[in-house]
């Protein structure tokens, strides 16, 4: 028990331990106990890295959107074009969200409802951050020339929340449906969203996925 405390990862086991027992328990049943049998430590480790059962919740959720924004950012220095780094953002920060929870009997919305002004609040942050990556994006594209957008600010945050609506916030993944659907239809939607940004010229017919 000592050895697994010490560890410089204990904190990413902590974490671990809540997406497990969020699936088994969600947040209502699960307690500090069930996370520290999880982890194999005490009940006062995981005390000395979150204050409560909470931030513990809203830690794993931030893990999540961290992730995603590493990506983002991977994607963005990339050698792509400008228009197909903003389509893979699109698409992955969907897809990311869907396999985080896919395993969640229920949406999040239900599942974390008891921290549910705290968590649209840290929600809010996590869509930002996204938008700051693809924001970015589009100002080198509308430099560039190869996008139309002279609004990149606004054009950013009108990309992430049209794609929001295949978030497993308030569908399940079992609801959402199967990965590939879900693929599909983010797809479609970025391909819609890109082809608006496209000097008209420059608008193909069709897209290579």
């Given at each position: 028990m000592r050895q697994i405390a010490r560890r410089e990862d204990i904190r990413e086991l902590i974490l671990d331990a809540v997406d497990v027992l969020l699936?088994?328990?969600?947040?209502?049943?699960?307690?500090?106990?069930?996370?520290?049998?999880?982890?194999?430590?005490?009940?006062?480790?995981?005390?000395?890295h979150f204050p409560g059962k909470e931030e513990l919740i809203l830690?794993?959720?931030?893990?999540?959107?961290?992730?995603?924004?590493?990506?983002?950012?991977?994607?963005?220095?990339?050698?792509?074009?400008?228009?197909?780094?903003?389509?893979?953002?699109?698409?992955?920060?969907?897809?990311?969200?869907?396999?985080?929870?896919?395993?969640?009997?229920?949406?999040l919305s239900d599942l974390l409802s008891s921290v549910r002004t705290a968590l649209l609040t840290r929600r809010e942050g996590h869509f930002e951050k996204e938008a700051a990556v693809i924001e970015d994006i589009l100002r080198e594209g509308a430099r560039l020339g190869s996008l139309?957008?002279?609004?990149?600010?606004?054009?950013?945050?009108?990309?992430?929340?049209?794609?929001?609506?295949?978030?497993?916030?308030?569908?399940?993944?079992?609801?959402?449906?199967?990965?590939?659907?879900?693929?599909?239809?983010?797809?479609?939607?970025?391909?819609?969203?890109?082809k608006g940004l496209l000097p008209c010229p420059s608008r193909p017919a069709s897209w290579t996925r």
């Open positions: 699936a088994k328990f969600g947040y209502k049943k699960m307690t500090m106990e069930d996370v520290a049998r999880q982890v194999g430590i005490g009940k006062g480790t995981i005390y000395l830690s794993h959720i931030d893990r999540i959107a961290e992730r995603i924004v590493a990506k983002l950012r991977e994607i963005a220095a990339s050698s792509d074009s400008p228009d197909r780094r903003i389509r893979k953002m699109l698409v992955h920060r969907v897809l990311f969200r869907f396999d985080s929870v896919a395993h969640y009997s229920q949406n139309e957008c002279p609004d990149p600010r606004t054009t950013s945050f009108v990309l992430i929340q049209s794609t929001n609506s295949l978030l497993p916030f308030s569908l399940s993944a079992r609801e959402l449906g199967r990965r590939e659907e879900v693929e599909d239809q983010v797809a479609r939607i970025a391909d819609l969203l890109i």
